[in-house]
Structures are given as structure tokens and as C-alpha cells.
Nanobody, 120 residues
């Protein structure tokens, strides 16, 4: 089992910044990737940013050049630095981790979400 604890969601004005954190704990043989997804009311969950084990990253088109994903390998923690926030960034942000277990199974876990509201 893997547990994810997210933090950092808040109310922020347009143009502001926030930093989300997600700490993973549990048992795994290897972390395949960690990332952030978001879901606004009435919409489907979408990928925001993902970092693979080798450090490669991918970003959603709407957040490129504004958001940056990073990872502290020693702490098994992934961060999302969000700059130049817009009202359309308002959503629940979910952390996701993909792991390879000691039983050689690939498993995916989600955090409970942290709310980001961008409003004046």
C-alpha cells in the first residue's frame, strides 16, 4: 500500500503563486512516476504535470511556462510550483503515483486532493 498526503492548496488572487506538495509513504520496489492532475466541477480530470523516474517531465498545454514540477527523491515528495495563476486554474488538485511493487506489479495511487481557488 501507498499513502499520499497533499498540501498547499489555498485561495489566491489572479497572478499569484502557490506551491503544492505531495509526500508518498509505503512500500514499493520502484517509483515509476509522480504527478499532478486536476479536476474542476463539471469537468474531467486532466493531467497537469508528471515527472518520470528518470526526471523527464510532461505538462498540460494550459500550464506550460507557468507551472513547474519537481521532486525530492530522498523525501519521496513531489512539488508543483504554480505561477501566474488564472481563475481557470481553480480546481481540486490530485497527486498521483505509479509504482512497481516487489511482486512486480504496476500499481497507481491517488491522493485525496487539495483545493486551489484563484479569485479576486
Amino acid at each position: 500500500q501507498v499513502q499520499l498526503v497533499e498540501s498547499g492548496g489555498d485561495l489566491v488572487q489572479p497572478g499569484g503563486s502557490l506551491r503544492l506538495s505531495c509526500a508518498a509513504s509505503g512500500n514499493w520496489n520502484r517509483i515509476q512516476s509522480m504527478g499532478w492532475y486536476r479536476q474542476a466541477p463539471g469537468t474531467q480530470r486532466e493531467m497537469v504535470a508528471v515527472m518520470a523516474s528518470g526526471g523527464g517531465t510532461a505538462y498540460g498545454d494550459s500550464v506550460k511556462d507557468r507551472f513547474t514540477i519537481s521532486r525530492d527523491y530522498a523525501k519521496n515528495t513531489v512539488y508543483l510550483q504554480m505561477n501566474s495563476l488564472k481563475p481557470e486554474d481553480t480546481a481540486a488538485y490530485y497527486c498521483r503515483i505509479d509504482v512497481r511493487t516487489f511482486q512486480r506489479k504496476d500499481e497507481t495511487y491517488w491522493g485525496k486532493g487539495t483545493l486551489v481557488t484563484v479569485s479576486s
